[in-house]
């Protein structure tokens, strides 16, 4: 399902290539008792663990990517190859038409990085010191920097901020400057491993305010990793879905949603629920993914079984006292596509 | 020439933020130096305690083992002044914080070296400035165009030498997680270096010499000052220099070559 990239396109269009990509870690072999990990002091024994697996999709310049999958499926491992942070087993990566490992300072002029739980900037000093530095180290003209911190200041909502060192910042007004501070050397790409992890949801709301403003404005190119669902369905059009570190789908966000979205959710209020700790009758379809004493949530196949037969099921056993359908988010797409892949291994 | 001109404001820029951090907090800047100061005083007091006692050791007396010694701590505080960082690697790599500087269009090198000065490292260096004065004066060694042609060189050469062998050892934490142990025992090693290498056993004196060259840090140069050794000594600093950059500056790369980075 992946799209192979097309050698023949130009650059434009093929922003970023990834071609086979492939990513082992050694690791050593957990012993279990001491006597055998001390014996393993001096004869390491050595599993490999494939991180990423035979990976290929292209990215055109202004996209905007979701790259999503459950924890360990390789995703922050492929931003960091795509970084030029980590060196593939296997395999090509072409950004902007040079391989980053080989050629890092010149790739990372071009690129601006976001890590959710990794700051870039300078613990002991004001905000506004280091991104002087980072003037320095990107070698921004004065007026450029000038104009793109005050702009960003404002996106962002980080004027008070600038003179505060970062340790005493909060969590959300620390990610809030990393985030502008990615942007200050104007970026073709910008990479943002996890980038509103456990921010509210007002900080959440700025930094995507953000991220969509520079994608429409200066087509900047994004490549978002996020266990937030809501993250990748406003910012992203596109969504490449990896699993055990291959791509699963790499597709169109409406149109995976239309694809998968046969699934409907339906939930009943009840006065008590005939099921609880009993099990629920299998009917052809019908799913239950939540019950409690005076609650129960079904999934259902729309096209083998239709809402009312299910409230008339129901309604035998107890009486309803509410009702709520809706089609399911994409986090519940995910979710089950995630499942059936994991089964189909 | 544009690129050294990048490096030479980049560094400035590092010695601002050090600067910075120096003044956010006093007070450990304070024991720090303290500290600093009384670990290379302690194991000078013992040699000199030695030397006086038995008037000298094998053919150097006190003033010459001064000289070495000065040497010795000079070199150690412009690394501890400006390349303490490398002592920074394990903690880098096993924390995965090395991510941040592969993502930045600088040298990595000076990106590490640039995270921390120790400008109270400074003062030491000033102290054990006074100490090799002293000891030259009272060795009635001349003062010539001569012998400050050789302590520049031997400024630059030994601290290439001492630093890149702290950076070989600490990038071996690459490949090792919580190698740093290996790179502390090099350390400690080193304290040999600050006695005169010629009364210890052969073994040990070639040791120093071509496997691990701590003796240009202080014991070879400090026998050329004091007429003990000849012009060779000038030849072979720059050389042994040459050799441990290169090999430091092939690990470091093979290392970064290697790094894994952490789970995030």
């Not at chain 2, 496997?211 to 140069?221: K, L, Q, S, T």
């Amino acid at each position: 399902m992946s799209r192979i990239a097309d050698q023949n396109t130009n650059q434009d269009s093929n922003q970023i290539q990834v071609r086979h990509l492939v990513k082992e870690y050694k690791r050593k072999k957990n012993k279990g008792n001491v006597r055998k990990a001390l014996a393993g002091m001096f004869r390491p024994d050595y599993e490999v663990l494939r991180a990423v697996d035979n990976i290929s999709f292209t990215i055109g310049r202004g996209e905007a990517v979701g790259y999503v999958g459950p924890n360990g499926s390789g995703k922050s491992t492929t931003i960091k190859m795509l970084c030029g942070i980590l060196t593939p087993t296997e395999g090509g990566i072409l950004v902007n038409g040079i391989v980053p490992q080989q050629e890092r300072m010149k790739n990372n002029k071009k690129i601006g990085v976001v890590f959710g739980n990794r700051s870039l900037l300078w613990w002991d000093v004001p905000v506004i010191e280091s991104y002087r530095l980072f003037q320095r180290l990107y070698e921004i003209p004065p007026n450029r920097f000038k104009e793109n911190l005050d702009r960003f200041t404002e996106i962002m909502g980080i004027g008070p901020l600038l003179g505060i060192p970062e340790r005493q910042l909060s969590l959300g007004q620390k990610m809030r400057c990393n985030i502008a501070a990615a942007f200050l050397h104007n970026p073709e790409i910008v990479y943002l491993d996890e980038p509103t992890i456990g921010l509210d949801s007002e900080s959440k709301a700025s930094i995507r305010e953000c991220i969509r403003r520079m994608n429409e404005e200066e087509k900047t190119t994004f490549i978002v990793t996020s266990h937030d669902f809501q993250d990748i369905e406003t910012l992203c059009r596109r969504i490449i879905l990896i699993n055990h570190g291959r791509v699963v789908v790499d597709d169109d966000m409406q149109k995976v949603k239309l694809d998968f979205n046969r699934e409907k959710r339906i939930q009943f209020e009840v006065d008590s629920n005939p099921w609880y700790h009993k099990g629920m009758p299998s009917m052809e379809g019908v799913r239950i993914t939540d019950e409690k004493p005076h609650s129960i949530t079904l999934e259902y196949d729309v096209e083998k079984v239709s809402s009312i037969h299910i409230m008339q099921q129901v309604s035998k056993l107890c009486e309803i006292k509410d009702v709520a359908i809706s089609g399911r988010d994409i986090e519940a797409i995910i979710r089950d596509i995630i499942r059936k892949d994991n089964h189909s291994i | 020439m544009r690129r050294l001109w990048y490096y030479a404001r980049l560094w400035k820029g590092y010695m601002r933020i050090g600067l910075l951090i120096l003044v956010q907090y006093p007070a450990d800047t304070v024991i720090w130096l303290v500290s600093m100061i009384l670990r290379e005083a302690s194991g000078f007091l013992g040699v000199v305690t030695i030397a006086n006692v038995a008037g000298g050791l094998g053919n150097w007396n006190l003033y010459e083992i001064c000289l070495l010694f000065g040497l010795c701590a000079v070199v150690e505080a412009i690394g501890q002044a400006f390349f303490d960082c490398v002592w920074e690697i394990s903690g880098s790599v096993r924390k995965g914080t090395m991510d941040v500087i592969l993502v930045r269009p600088a040298a990595p090198f000076i990106q590490l070296l640039g995270r921390r000065f120790h400008y109270p490292a400074l003062l030491s260096i000033i102290i054990y400035g006074a100490v090799i004065v002293w000891a030259l004066a009272h060795l009635r060694i001349a003062p010539g165009v001569g012998m400050l042609l050789f302590l520049i060189e031997f400024i630059v050469c030994a601290t290439v030498i001492n630093s890149g062998i702290y950076t070989i050892f600490n990038s071996f934490n690459f490949w090792i997680v919580q190698g740093e142990d290996m790179a502390v025992l090099v350390q400690t090693c080193r304290e040999f270096a600050k006695y005169p290498l010629a009364v210890f056993p052969v073994l040990i004196r070639s040791f120093f010499t071509f496997i691990i060259p701590f003796g240009f840090v202080g014991f070879y140069p400090a026998a050329f000052l004091a007429g003990k050794a000849g012009t060779e000594v000038v030849l072979t600093l720059p050389l042994c220099a040459g050799a441990v950059g290169l090999a430091a500056a092939f690990i470091w790369k093979k290392g970064l070559g290697s790094y894994d980075s952490t789970g995030t």
